[in-house]
């Protein structure tokens, strides 16, 4: 009786944890794979597949979660994937109308940037200068 | 099975203790600013570190989308404008917070912009366990005007859960794991639970943004 209380008690703490608990979007793993691409810059793979897990399953059911898609465009761009960056800097922008400004100049930028394959550290700015 | 009977009024009573102790209020705010300039698209920017724990800002700075965002509001790419302002030279997070909000809304298309500096991260190693002491505080600007509409500091204690049965053994166990292999304690849950307060706490945090059911309906608690 008590092992089963106490069972109850933990997952119903565990519900709670936070006060309200539900979820309006599927995060997946984005904050242990951000935070470990940030420490180890060779993680990016699993950065990748990550967002690319989160889009996946938020899509079955409408649950994508704000700039995940835009995180993702980021992403493909600095692997060289300029085309399919432009389509998810896209999707951020018809998800959101929000980020509009900022996903046009992505567009922009992708569209137009340097036309040759390159690594992530030899890219041009990403921004392109959008802050100057 | 017949104890399932009793379990639950009992979980009702466990229930009602745990709302209860979710609601311990600081004194209100004032919202007022904040409803009239009504906020819905929030930038994000690097977090500024007053601590001595280098890896800090980037646990806030990871763990802030999600509470934000389920609050309601869009929250810009946080990776994504990290980048963009640190290949424009704006990599000091010092310098970002030093510039001008109306600006850098401006650029990003954003409605308001979100401060984050962490005013204290201090590791206490115990006999049995480590605690933190973190103190962090978040500020919003109005994109429009560049007046601060919501602001909110807090201070938590944590005491991160050893798994791997404690007791002196369990440290001993943990000092070498350690030693050997430089193993990185995981704050990812600590800044979870920092932010998430921070953010959605009654009278201290963000009242319920657009895309949540109770935008607007939320004065009694924001």
Known sequence: ????????????????????ATNKYHW??????????????SE??????????????GETDGKVPPGIYAEYAYILYISGKKQESISYFEKEKKSWPESSVLMEKMVTMAKGGDKKESSQNTEPAPGGGIVQ | MTSRKKTPFTVAMFVFSLAAGCSTTSPPKDYTKFRELDPKAILVVPVVNRSVD??????F????????????YYVFPVNLVKQILQDDGL????????????????????????????????????????????????????????????????????????????GLGGLVAMAITAAVAKAVPNYIPLSQQA?????????S??????????????????
């Open chain 2, 61 to 72: 700075l990871t763990t802030i989308s999600r509470p934000v965002a389920e609050r309601g």
């Open chain 2, 54 to 59: 280098v890896n800090v800002p980037d646990y």
């Open chain 1, 28 to 41: 997946g793993n984005y904050e242990k794979s951000l935070y470990g691409y940030y420490k180890n810059p």
């Open chain 1, 44 to 57: 990016l793979e699993t950065l990748t597949e990550s967002l690319a897990n989160i889009i996946a399953e």
């Open chain 2, 195 to 203: 932010n998430k307060n921070g953010v959605t706490k009654p009278h």
């Open chain 1, 1 to 20: 009786m008590r092992t089963r209380l106490l069972l109850l008690l933990t997952v119903i703490l565990l519900g709670l944890s936070g006060c309200a």
């Open chain 2, 91 to 166: 990599a000091d997070a010092d310098m970002v917070h030093a510039s001008n909000p109306i600006r850098l809304a401006e650029l990003f298309g954003a409605d308001a912009v979100l401060y984050i500096s962490i005013e204290r991260w201090d590791a206490q190693y115990l006999v049995l366990s480590t605690q933190i002491t973190v103190k962090f505080k978040y500020i919003l600007k109005c994109g429009k005007t560049g007046e601060t509409i919501w602001e909110s500091s807090e201070t938590m204690i944590y005491s991160p859960q050893q798994s791997g049965g404690g």
């Open chain 2, 205 to 222: 945090g963000l009242p319920a943004g657009p895309y949540l059911d109770t935008y607007g309906k939320d004065k009694d608690m924001f």
